[in-house]
């Protein structure tokens, strides 16, 4: 019956207990995150300072002799640098960093309301025009135009890379790091920017409109409270394997302990290893995918653009680590708990020694006795 029983425990944990506690604690940690005052009001502003500190490390790195740099790519990173002013700048001058001041960061607010019951609830777009007009800007133009300006002059392979790039608005190419004649530059400089902002939309939709019952009701408390309410349903089925597999005070606590070990560690492992995607991340240039080889600016734009992922990461990911750990903290006491309730087996009394039993007398010794008692 024993082998039956824990059978069924460890199924029980390996299908049901594991699973449901790793989801619930994922699942808790990212609502914390996302009702967090701090997520709201510090993100845009650390993606903000994040991308200008990205845009002008790498135009600083065109000045050293990283012998990562292909030629190409050193090229149009010294080009970038001669220009007067560096990428923070143009991103302030243009309006792009406006644009994240101000949208991004009222598109957050406005979801952030209507969750709490602050705000009627509408559906919530982010206003993509101010960044399709900031690309185009006067200040964007002359700041490519300033790094043309520093490229040297083209070969005629070059310029005909350059028609081609034009010519075909779809194309992908590997741009040359040189500068061709005026009518040309002109005409490249108007391709790249309109090509820039072909594919954004007017609007994004981050929020659809959804029907909140009863008015004014503060959904975030109201779904924290759901979560950690649903912590129950584990809990149980760790209490049904921890029942099912023990055979004794001690055994029910270390089974629900290691359990709680377990599915807690996956969900510590998992959200630090989901924090530290970034650096992993540097591995994708590497890789061929559909056949398209990454270009050293490319490979370099991608190690950059991590960090972007650790700004938001840290924020999402956070709470959930917190919230592992402290479900882990819970699994370490739980086994503690099985000491304390151990019992050592009592040791087996020995029978005490029977009382010696007469002789039994022999044959011999009868016919002894017999001729001792006649008469001599």
């Not at 069924?8 to 914390?32: D, E, H, K, N, S």
């Not at 350059?162 to 400089?189: D, K, M, Q, T």
């Not at 479900?327 to 503690?336: E, K, R, S």
């Amino acid at each position: 019956m024993k082998p039956f029983r824990t059978f069924f425990a460890v199924l029980i944990i390996a299908l049901i207990a594991v699973p449901l506690l790793f989801g619930m604690t994922w699942a808790v940690g990212l609502t914390r995150a996302v009702v967090s005052p701090d997520f709201i009001s510090e993100m845009p502003g650390e993606i903000i300072r994040e991308t200008r500190n990205i845009m002008d490390e790498m135009v600083r790195l065109g000045k050293t002799d990283d012998p990562s740099l292909d030629e190409e790519t050193r090229a149009w990173l010294q080009a970038m640098a001669a220009v007067d002013r560096t990428p923070g700048e143009v991103l302030d001058e243009s309006g792009i960093t406006g644009w994240l001041e101000v949208e991004l960061d009222q598109a957050l607010k406005q979801i952030s309301a209507i969750l709490r019951g602050e705000s009627a609830p509408v559906p919530v777009e982010l206003n993509m025009t101010p960044l399709k007009t900031a690309l185009q800007s006067p200040a964007m133009r002359t700041w490519v135009q300033g790094v043309f300006s520093n490229l040297p002059e083209c070969g005629e392979r070059g310029i005909a890379e350059w028609r081609r790039f034009v010519e075909s608005p779809r194309g992908r190419h590997n741009l040359p790091p040189c500068r061709p004649g005026a009518e040309i530059s002109y005409s490249v400089v108007a391709a790249a920017l309109d090509r820039a902002i072909a594919d954004i939309p007017n609007r994004v939709e981050l929020m659809e409109r959804v029907d909140i019952h009863p008015r004014g009701v503060d959904v975030v408390r109201t779904v924290s409270t759901v979560t950690f309410v649903l912590f129950l349903i584990p809990a149980l089925a760790i209490l049904l394997a921890s029942l099912l597999g023990a055979g004794s005070k001690s055994g029910f606590f270390r089974w629900a302990g290691i359990t709680t070990l377990i599915g807690g560690g996956l969900a510590l492992t998992s959200a630090m290893a989901a924090r530290n995607a970034a650096d992993w991340g540097s591995w994708i240039p590497h890789f061929q995918f559909g056949g398209h080889q990454y270009t050293p600016m490319e490979s370099m734009m991608v190690d950059r653009a991590g960090r972007l992922w650790s700004v938001v990461g840290d924020h999402l990911v956070q709470p959930v680590i917190e919230v592992a750990g402290g479900v882990c903290v819970v699994g370490l006491l739980i086994f503690a708990l099985s000491y304390v309730f151990y019992s050592r087996p009592r040791a087996q009394s020995q029978p005490a020694p029977s009382q010696a039993e007469p002789p039994v007398p022999r044959p011999d010794d009868e016919k002894t006795r017999a001729s001792e008692s006649l008469p001599k």
